[in-house]
């Protein structure tokens, strides 16, 4: 019988854990034809999540879980999830139940067609502000139009990995994870489900505004280089417009003379072309600095306590 996994990273979830346990359970009842392991990823949660999970476990034994040492974001968590789980396929999905388990079924079916990343695609996004709305969108376009690969919008990490993908994403281990960009890195046959955006029913989002602007950040310099090549180009055109400039005030010179005066001229030069220079200064550490923590090579996650279908088992293979 084929096993699929459900992997959930939580992080301060412990109210709505049981909700979506009771939920999933309730889907996956009708799917016989599979067996299932829930795993959850506790990634440093400072509330009870880790003791319901534990609890869960006691009485359901397709219950799993691995128990971060401390929070290392979830990026981090899903390849700890990933590391850690059995099935053939894994689904991967929030804990916050903005994810409907209403799905599963779907995307078990197009897994079935033969599709290895079954991804589920928002019809509508649930409550949002206008702003996030609109620089979301914005985002993706500037992504799109600046790399080869299609990030495609409103689509997360809800979806279904074949074990083909999983064993592909687990082999991308850098430090600076923009998994989103990963999925459509990998390749492999994909197709969409859809689903509506429920709003998460405990809690704030812990995705600030300052975490998904680093997010967006580490989306656009971890899987493009364009950047660098329009700090290329903006230093190409200003040379050639200054060059222009320079035959002109030469010109002017020579032929009305230089009764020095265009201070105003001066200043606005030097200051546009001295915020060109830390514009692209600051492009180039960007990138540097992700050279930086990507030579040390460090491990992405650390694991306190992992308990499995084998709870002697450290770490699959
Ligand atoms: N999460 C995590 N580690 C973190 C932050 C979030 O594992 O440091 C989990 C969180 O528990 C949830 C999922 O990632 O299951 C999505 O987080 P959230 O709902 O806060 O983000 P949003 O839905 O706003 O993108
Ligand atoms: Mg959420």
Redesign the pocket.
Known sequence: MKKITIL??????AKSLLILYEEIIRVISVLNDYTWEILW?N??SQDETLKVIVALREKDTRVSYVDLSR????EN?LLAGLDYAHGDAVIIM???M?HPPQVIPDMVRKWEEGYDDVYARRKTRGKESWLRKRLTLFYYKLLQSSSRLDVLPNV?DFRLLDRKCINALCQLRESGRYTKGMYCYIGFKKTGVEFDTQD?ING????SFKKLLKLALEGITSYTTAPLRWATIAGLMVSLFAFAYMVFVFLKALIYGDPVAGYPTLITVILFIGGVQLLTIGIIGEYLAKVFVEVKNRPVYFVREYKGENTNENKPD
């Not at 959930?8 to 979830?13: A, F, H, Q, R, S």
């Not at 929070?71 to 979830?74: L, Q, R």
């Not at 704030?204 to 995705?207: A, F, I, K, L, V």
């Open positions: 959930i990273p939580c992080y301060n979830e990823v990634d440093g929070n290392f974001g979830k968590a929030d804990a916050d903005q997360g998460r704030e989002s812990s995705m």
